[in-house]
């Protein structure tokens, strides 16, 4: 059963132009959503976050917008650069249980083409 | 480095044997995971430490599966008797924040585990 689902496997987009990278959800005892942003070969990095308590987050070219209602939520990348071609997965935590223990999804792949 | 340290990067083994992988966090981080990611997945969480003690095991898919913090910094992942489908990389992360304060983690960059 997959909790946190992202839907899309991969997305191609020009440079300078934006990347909107979607993901959906299940469990509606999430409360805190994340991005990670994965190169070849590292460890998944964190990119930005939002608490169920807001519906927008911004960080710098980095939006991600949360739709509570239909457990909706997404990632902007405006403008996007070739630098950002990586995996990028989205993860959720739940506010019951002691860790923050996150679900994440199977990632989609961005490549930002020149 | 002062990013979270995964040992080895790679390890390839036999079905039936014994691994240990083991993870160092980032100096003062109280709080230790290990993740497992297999092919065309994301990250699916295994265990959670809190100092020296596993505050949260529900992960870990068998008894096959063990781990440590003793000192309530490096981290082993054991596995008995792997099997193919143990075939993975993990991943270890670390956390300044105990409990579900952020959920913000700092990964290492993963053992990948080939179970021939």
């Known amino acids: 059963d997959q909790q946190v689902k992202q839907n899309s496997p991969s997305l191609s987009v020009q440079e300078g132009r934006i990347s909107i990278l979607n993901c959906d959800y299940t469990n509606s005892m999430f409360d805190y959503f994340l991005w990670y942003k994965k190169y070849p070969a590292e460890g998944p990095t964190f990119l930005i976050s939002i608490s169920s308590i807001k519906d927008k987050n911004e960080d710098g070219r980095f939006t991600v917008f949360l739709n509570k209602s239909a457990k909706h939520l997404s990632l902007h990348i405006v403008p996007s650069q070739p630098g950002d071609s990586a995996v990028y997965f989205c993860a959720a935590s739940a506010k019951t249980g002691t860790a923050s223990k996150l679900t994440f999804g199977t990632g989609t792949r961005l490549q930002v083409t020149l | 480095g002062a990013g979270v340290s995964q040992t080895p990067s790679n390890k390839v083994t036999e079905k039936g044997k014994y691994v240990e992988l083991r993870c160092d966090p980032i100096?003062?981080?109280?709080?230790l995971y290990w993740y497992r990611q297999s092919l065309g997945q994301g990250p699916e969480f295994l265990i959670y430490f809190q100092g020296t003690g596993a505050a949260d095991d529900s992960g870990l898919p068998n008894d096959r599966f063990f781990a440590v913090r003793p000192e309530g910094s490096v981290s082993t992942l054991k596995i008995q008797r792997t099997e193919r489908g143990d075939s993975a990389v993990y991943l270890c992360?670390?956390?300044?924040?105990?409990?579900?304060?952020?959920?913000?983690?700092?990964f290492g960059e993963g053992s990948r585990l080939t179970v021939l």
């Open positions: 992360a670390s956390s300044p924040h105990p409990g579900r304060a952020a959920g913000e983690l700092f």
């Open positions: 100096s003062g981080h109280t709080a």
